[in-house]
């Protein structure tokens, strides 16, 4: 038998309509060296016959259904638990993988000794049609950060912002298993936790390639982003000691209600209100001014915010900002050239 290099970990929950397209994606470049672990927490729909169609032609697939749903951040610590790789891959499942991209981790794997390896990625339309921004991560060629503090530092401080999506993660799994995970469980950043809790022991290698082809607005917990990204991002970045405050803020700034920029978009599109700015409130303690222009931010109209952000997306040819705000209750078309 071969030894499994490569283990491609899927945490889903009544997704089977972008499963399918996922698993396609990868089932078309399996080889002998990697299998597909799916952790399915308690789904009700179709899930297990899309998966099992696909076990009738792939050995290497293995699914685990769970009798309860515990959480993506429990599933995917258990698809890790269940695997055989070296090292495992986290992968969304409702994203694809494009041609190429196994042999390409397969080639990486082969390189060196690594911790953790990134992989880029281009973020498509929800439909997958359009292409909204071509590389994420803006590399000429692939990078290596070392395993020194100055370089662990650049890591966070380049890489952070992207690696809260998790489909670009691929790390050792016996780092993983070794490193604390419950802490960070209802995070929904539990690799994130897992990657900066202490420094890593081997090198990081980001892949400049583009291997993965993100679907942009179909994420589970869209009324639930305030939370996420203003109260949880944030205290998860600043729970990282041994970084440097510089790295840390170049991710995100430690004072939640600071976030103007955030807190104007989640505005524009319906998701900052009083209830949300009370909570944000009760979890870290906020400067005068902070509260004063977060607040500000808070009475300014909705609908206002939307056509500003609109108009913006515009100038600067973000189309899928376009897409985002057209979901908002205060969405008003702006006509191009406004």
Known sequence: MSIIKLSICIATY???????????????????????????????????????????SQQNIKYIFLEK???????????????????????????????????????????????LIIVNAELRSFD????????????????????????????????????????????EREEWLKREKEEYFGTEFVHIGVIFQNFLPKPTLCLSEIHISIRLGNSQWSQRAFKIWIINWPKLIWSFNNYSKKSKRAVVCEEPLRQYWKLMYFRAMGLFTKKEYDEALKHKPQGKIVKIVSKIILITSGK?????????????????MIDELKNSKYYIHVKDGA
Do not use: P
């Open 14 to 56: 009544n997704r089977c309509r972008f499963l399918y397209e996922t698993l396609l994606s990868i089932v078309k470049q399996l080889t002998n060296e990697v299998e597909v672990i799916i952790v399915d927490g308690a789904s009700t729909d179709e899930t297990y016959s899309v998966v099992n169609k696909f076990q009738k």
């Open 69 to 115: 749903k515990g959480g993506v951040d429990q599933d995917f610590c258990q698809s890790v638990e269940m695997a055989k790789g070296k090292y495992c891959w986290l992968f969304s499942d409702d994203d694809l993988l494009k041609s190429g991209a196994i042999e390409s981790v397969l080639n990486a794997i082969e390189r060196d000794d690594f911790s």
């Open 128 to 171: 997958m049609n359009k292409v909204f921004r071509k590389s994420i991560l803006f590399l000429k060629k692939d990078r290596i950060y070392d395993n020194d503090i100055q370089s662990q530092n650049h890591l966070l401080a380049e890489t952070g912002s992207y690696l809260s999506f998790i489909g670009c993660v691929i790390i």
């Open 304 to 320: 206002g915010l939307n056509i500003f952000f609109n108009i913006y997306a515009r100038v600067r040819k973000r189309i899928w």
